[in-house]
């Protein structure tokens, strides 16, 4: 969570200083990388920090961080609350150094319920909150959706959290705390669309948006692979009808004649799609889809993202050089006419800018005295 939302923010222009142990994060070992402690998941979300290495098991890497916060806006942590507060950096302790900031707690789950202060993964929370049921009923099997979803959703939730939190600082001088956690996060994302009957009293249906949990709700085949579409709306499913089914008018007559109507019976007009679409190539049926301004693509592969012409045409990729040879970086995806992003730079070896950071620091505050004089 908190990685990610800082490395949004860095790319924003954010000075984004990492504190990490002398092992270093946790991310830096998980994955394949150009060096030892390098991984491409802790390249690409650490992108443009500055990594600073404080034991703060010690006097020492305590009274440095102290002085780091002095001079800060945001106070961002991954941890959990009893384990902060036990360093001595809870909220009140941070907000008596610095009473302007915006301290951010990224949280498994809020310290207001009976789950405080669990420990929590994207795996659990996924189950917890509903997205592998949700599976479930689209596979057949109880699965993890292939991306850490409640992670980033999780980091996306702190990044608006603490813009607010800002922005009434902008206006009022105040700080203040914030706390964001995942299980909360993911239960009102999924519940978007999937709280549906149940939020009513009395509750007139489950917990579930149909359309999303139908079982032919997938890339349909074609002659020759997939295609991804959705004749789901009144004037791309009658252009679609008018141009390759026209007998469905009469067939069907009233029952499809709605949106409203289609909406009640699905999983019968995702199977007539299905059973349609196999009658042509993929090509064939995206020539169609696009004279027809319905929807639709191809499928692709993670590793295809990289020459897929659209965006490479809007620049999204950003070559970077570093110590370890260039890396292309997934960039900014968001426009700005006046404040544009980029990504911000090669994600720091561990302690790299320790010395430098604290130098800044005693430039601005004067040298640290030594713990205990």
């Excluded at 939190?165 to 964001?180: D, M, S, W, Y």
């Excluded at 978007?192 to 007139?204: I, Q, R, Y």
């Excluded at 980029?342 to 561990?350: D, H, M, S």
Aim: charged fraction near 20%; proline fraction near 7%; glycine fraction near 10%.
């Amino acid at each position: 969570m908190g990685p990610y939302c800082t490395q949004i923010m860095a790319d924003m222009g954010a000075d984004v200083i990492k504190v990490e142990p002398p092992e270093g994060d946790n991310a830096r070992y998980i994955s394949v990388g150009p060096a030892p402690g390098m991984s491409g998941v802790f390249v690409n979300v650490n992108r443009g920090k500055r990594s600073v290495v404080l034991d703060l098991r010690t006097d020492d890497g305590k009274a440095a961080l102290r002085e780091l916060i002095a001079g800060a806006d945001v106070f961002i942590h991954s941890m959990r609350a009893r384990a902060i507060a036990k360093l001595g950096f809870g909220y009140d302790d941070v907000a008596a150094i610095s009473p302007g900031i915006v301290y951010t707690n990224c949280y498994g789950y809020s310290r207001r319920g009976p789950e405080a202060d669990r420990p929590a993964y994207d795996d659990v929370i996924q189950a917890q909150s509903g997205v592998a049921a949700l599976q479930q009923r689209l596979t057949g099997e109880t699965t993890y959706v292939g991306t850490i979803v409640a992670d980033k959703v999780g980091g996306l939730t702190a990044l608006y959290a603490t813009m607010m939190a800002l922005f009434h600082r902008e206006r009022t001088g105040e700080g203040q705390e914030v706390e964001v956690s995942m299980f909360e996060t993911m239960a009102t994302f999924l519940l978007v669309e999937h709280a549906n009957g149940a939020m009513f009293t009395p509750p007139l249906g489950p917990a579930v948006y149909p359309r999303t949990v139908a079982r032919d709700r997938k890339p349909y085949p074609t002659k020759d692979g997939h295609v991804a579409v959705l004749i789901y709306n009144d004037k791309h499913w009658n252009a679609f009808v008018r141009s390759v089914k026209p007998a469905w008018i009469e067939e069907y007559g009233e029952a499809f004649a709605s949106l409203e109507q289609r909406a009640k019976q699905i999983d019968v007009m995702y199977a007539l799609i299905g059973q349609t679409l196999a009658e042509r190539t993929t090509a064939e049926w995206l020539d169609l889809f696009r004279e027809l301004e319905i929807p639709a693509a191809a499928i692709q592969t993670p590793d295809e993202l990289f020459d897929d012409p659209h965006l490479n045409a809007v620049g999204l990729f950003e070559t970077v050089d570093t110590a370890h040879g260039p890396v292309r970086f997934p960039g900014v995806p968001t426009w700005f006419s006046r404040t544009p992003g980029r990504v911000a730079g090669p994600a720091p070896e561990l302690g790299a800018d320790t010395a430098a950071v604290l130098a800044e620091v005693n430039a601005l505050h004067g040298p640290r005295q030594p713990v205990g004089e």
